[in-house]
């Protein structure tokens, strides 16, 4: 068993996970790493310099339990959010792009109900007022980097905490679909608030009267 501390990202795909990982990273405790296996998270460990290692987790469509696996002793947690709208177009952008084949994760409403089930999941398992999760929005990350990032280095107890808005390309491997991202935005190395100015209204109307939203928005602290 090794020494080193983990910090979880739990959340939904299309989040800002990779972003987030990425501004984490800048801190030399941190390890940069892509998005790696949960099981081989000891082993990699072993074989890095720094003391934390951050596992960036978002679930995925088939994912029944989440998180669905056990976290290390003494670990951050850190659930990241973004509200339905942009990370629906996000994921169904995704989905198009890589040719998923699954028909059914390219109609809005089973997206909505991923969305759902997602944060649905992790409210009933993750209690947000402990002292080891700290709950991140999306929206704050962007609007508000310095005063986002700092809290969230505070709360990882480094010993740099100040916020920043910039970060580096990965060291040792690449943003790819499975372990990043790689699109523009990512790739300008800064944090980017850019309005989505495409309208959906079939999926403006399914969140708007969708309870559960409401509930989750309300949970997460919006």
């Given at each position: 068993m090794n020494n080193k501390k983990y910090i979880y990202v739990l959340s939904s795909m299309r989040a800002g996970s990779t972003l987030l990982k990425s501004l984490l990273s800048t801190r030399e405790e941190i390890v940069d790493l892509p998005e790696i296996p949960v099981h081989l998270a000891d082993e990699i460990a072993s074989?890095?310099?720094e003391d934390m290692v951050l596992i960036k987790r978002p679930r995925y469509y088939l994912n029944t339990k989440y998180p669905y696996f056990e976290f290390k002793p003494e670990s951050k947690i850190i659930i990241l959010i973004r509200k339905p709208y942009d990370t629906i177009l996000s994921l169904h952008?995704?989905?198009l792009e890589n040719n998923f084949a699954d028909i059914q994760y390219h109609?809005?409403?089973m997206l909505l109900n991923y969305w759902i089930t997602t944060y649905q999941l992790l409210y009933k398992s993750i209690n947000l007022n402990s002292d080891n999760v700290i709950l991140v929005r999306y929206e704050d990350l962007i609007e508000t980097p310095l005063k986002t990032t700092e809290n969230i280095f505070k709360f990882?107890?480094?010993s740099n905490t100040k916020g920043i808005d910039t970060y580096e390309n990965p060291k040792g491997y690449k943003w790819k679909w499975g372990f990043g991202?790689?699109?523009d935005v990512l790739k300008t190395?800064?944090?980017v608030n850019r309005q989505n100015k495409y309208l959906n209204k079939k999926l403006i109307n399914l969140i708007d009267t969708n309870?559960?939203?409401k509930e989750i928005l309300k949970n997460y602290g919006y």
């Open positions: 074989l890095v310099k952008k995704m989905n109609d809005e409403q990882l107890d480094v991202d790689g699109g190395l800064k944090v309870k559960a939203v």
